[in-house]
């Protein structure tokens, strides 16, 4: 009777191992997803280590741009041109979001949710389908905060308005972008001009330029804001760099040949106050370069019009 027991325990031993193992590789929720893109709607992509997740839209992908690139990585590659793959990094939980950018002008907002390597079974989206709405995968009917707007101001004929009609006062700004005169460039290959800033209720417009002084055909990304703060020190290194939220844009052009010009605008709110070591900078990047954007500097507070002279 002894032995029996003996040998019953003996085989309890040698199996706890494989169910300790079987429950810590517990296969997760796996989920097909398929959302209709609203302009104002952020996609949530749930990734978990060990896994990869993509994301199929309806145009071809021009670039992937990654909010916290150290706990999460993008691919894309020119063979699948409709597809992106995302995979969590860190063992962690971890959140950050992402930017799609299309060859047709869209974007595409996601937040990517990571719970980290846990022994419970997690949602895991393995495919987004990211499907069109009624008539295209994203278009926007009004300006929002993921989806800016490409408008030519180039004068080709007539108005398309009627003659009663006056510019908006989001158009307004667009318009004075193209009267920047003796801009001061930032930058060298990639260069960033800004004009002067307007004002109202706390919420900023600033034209801006860009020129590509290289030999080659570059894209743009859409404009950031940021507020950035200098250390004390002699040398004035950067030690931080915080998002501004951007409520629109406006650009001529973000594909730009050799020696071309665009030219547009940035609307967004001005925070309440700043640090006296912290500065509001425009920051704009090629698609190839994200990491190195080009920062031109904006006052603070826009100048009063009809002011003292």
């Known amino acids: 009777m002894n032995k029996c027991l003996s040998l019953v325990h003996v085989i309890t031993i040698c199996l706890l191992p494989f169910h300790m193992a079987a429950a810590q590789t517990e296969l ?29 839209v309806l145009e071809e992908v021009s670039s992937v741009v990654l909010g916290d690139p150290g706990a999460f990585k993008a691919e894309h590659s020119e063979a ?38 846990s022994v419970h079974s997690e949602v895991v989206d393995y495919v987004l389908n990211c499907e069109r709405p ?20 180039a004068p080709e004929g007539p108005p398309a ?9 989001q158009e307004q700004p667009l318009q004075k972008a193209q009267q920047l005169e003796n801009p001061h460039w930032e930058g060298k290959l ?25 030999a080659r055909t570059i894209e743009v990304l859409p404009p950031q804001i940021q507020l950035a703060g200098t250390s004390r020190d002699k040398h004035r290194k950067a030690i931080k760099a915080e998002p501004v939220a951007i409520k629109d844009y406006w650009m ?5 040949a050799p020696g071309a ?26 698609a190839e370069e994200v990491d190195r954007p080009v920062l031109a500097p904006i006052a603070f507070v826009a100048p009063v019009a009809g002011g003292a002279k």
């Open 252 to 256: 001529t052009t973000r594909r730009l």
């Open 161 to 169: 308005v009627a003659p009663q009609e006056k510019p908006s006062s």
């Open 261 to 286: 010009r665009a030219d547009g605008v940035v609307v967004f709110e001005r925070p309440s106050f700043k640090e006296s070591n912290e500065r509001l900078l425009l920051a704009v990047a090629q």
């Open 80 to 117: 699948e041109p409709q597809l992106v793959f995302f995979k969590a990094t860190s063992a962690k939980p971890a959140q950050t979001n992402a930017l799609i950018t299309t060859k047709g002008g869209h974007e595409i907002s996601i937040s990517l949710v990571s719970q980290g390597k």
């Open 28 to 56: 997760p929720q796996a989920r097909i997803v398929s959302l209709n893109v609203d302009p104002e709607q952020v996609v949530v992509l749930h990734v978990r280590p060990g896994y990869v997740s993509s994301v199929r």
């Open 190 to 214: 990639l260069r960033v001009a800004v004009g002067q800033t307007t004002e109202k209720e706390q919420q900023m417009a600033v034209p801006f330029a860009v020129l590509n002084a290289s």
């Open 134 to 153: 009624h008539s295209f995968l994203i278009t926007s009917s009004h300006p929002s905060f993921v989806v800016g707007e490409t408008k030519s101001v």
